[in-house]
């Protein structure tokens, strides 16, 4: 769990209680006798405090005085448990649309709530977190979520153990195009699209990192199915962006050949680094590890590498 921060830091146990066969008026007037912390639920519970369900406090007004609190309660209203993961938390709040959570405990009983306030502060919380560990930031101490102000020395460690890790990709692509040294010294302009698949590949890997890292959390379908989808998604994307790119290059250096290796490796390309985008971070996540970890140098490095593979291995076969 990230920070091993649970449902139990944001509960507020003062929360209006009733039964589901109690009137309206009979629960407001207790409102004013108990003086509530939290007023967004309502939670019904059983003689033994065990929660039957929640109503939303604004729905409970708006009915007539005199109707039961049945009227306004849904019995399948989400609920989380106090050592809950405060992201996890905020996430199914987001997917059922409640404004606030009830807590329970191992037997159903009512422990009290996670407010909306609470709700919004992890959400706001943990997406800037995830953003710095977008860039490459690793946490060291609480203060990193203010990695702009830290002296120059923690910024330093914050950020140097993955651009470490990018230094040595980089060394692994520099062997990579070595390997290749026959191709390029026989067809230089070879070489002058390389900068333009690696970005293209960076570019469609980052943004399905960024949906992998937030989405991972909200959705409840299977790795397959969103591989599949994910997988597709990258294929039409390298598929037209191939297709725009073949004309332009055939027409500019007169070889089908090398106009045909360069759509299809930015296909393939495209491809990998949207199936990489979501693997990785599924993978961490699999790993106990926080799933934005695999958006950072270490995917970047490992897409430029495969998508130099891909090219120069295609202008090879090609025979460019």
């Known amino acids: 769990m990230k920070h091993h921060e649970t449902v139990g ?3 507020v146990a003062s929360v209006l209680r009733a039964r589901p066969g109690e009137r309206v008026r009979e629960v407001l007037a207790r409102l004013a006798e108990e003086k509530p912390a939290c007023l967004e639920l309502v939670l019904a519970t059983d003689e033994h405090g065990r929660l039957i369900g929640a109503a939303p406090f604004a729905r409970v007004v708006a009915l007539d005085a005199d109707e039961p609190l049945e009227k306004a309660l849904e019995r399948d209203f989400p609920r989380v448990r106090p050592n809950t993961d405060q992201e996890r938390a905020a996430s199914l709040a987001l997917h ?3 404004d606030a959570l009830p807590v329970v405990d191992a037997e159903g009983c009512v422990l009290g709530v996670m407010p909306a306030q609470a709700i919004m502060q992890v959400l706001r919380r943990e997406h800037v977190e995830d953003l710095h560990l977008l860039a490459g930031i690793q946490r060291e101490t609480s203060q990193a979520r203010h990695a702009i102000e830290d002296p120059p020395m923690r910024r330093m460690r914050h950020r ?5 890790a990018g230094l040595a ?3 692994l692509a520099t062997a ?3 390997g290749f040294e026959s191709t390029l010294s026989a067809h230089i302009a070879v070489a002058f699209f390389v900068p333009g698949i690696v970005y293209l590949a960076d570019a469609i890997g980052t943004q399905s990192e960024a949906v992998a890292v937030r989405g991972l959390s909200l959705t409840r379908t299977g790795i397959g199915h969103l591989l599949g989808g994910e997988l597709r998604t990258g294929m039409a994307i390298g598929a037209i962006l191939g297709l725009i790119s073949f004309l332009p290059v055939w027409i500019a250096f007169g070889e089908l050949r090398l106009a045909a290796a360069v759509a299809i490796a930015i296909f393939a390309a495209g491809a990998m680094a949207a199936a990489l985008g979501l693997m990785l971070p599924w993978w961490l996540a699999r790993l106990g590890r926080d799933p934005a970890l695999g958006s ?3 995917a970047t490095v490992i897409q430029d590498i495969l998508s130099l593979l891909v090219y120069l291995g295609v202008v090879r076969a090609f025979g460019v």
């Open 96 to 98: 059922h649309g409640a």
């Open 169 to 171: 990709g980089a060394a």
């Open 176 to 178: 990579a195009m070595a």
């Open 9 to 11: 830091a944001h509960l």
């Open 296 to 298: 950072g140098p270490i």
């Open 160 to 164: 140097l153990p993955w651009l470490l």
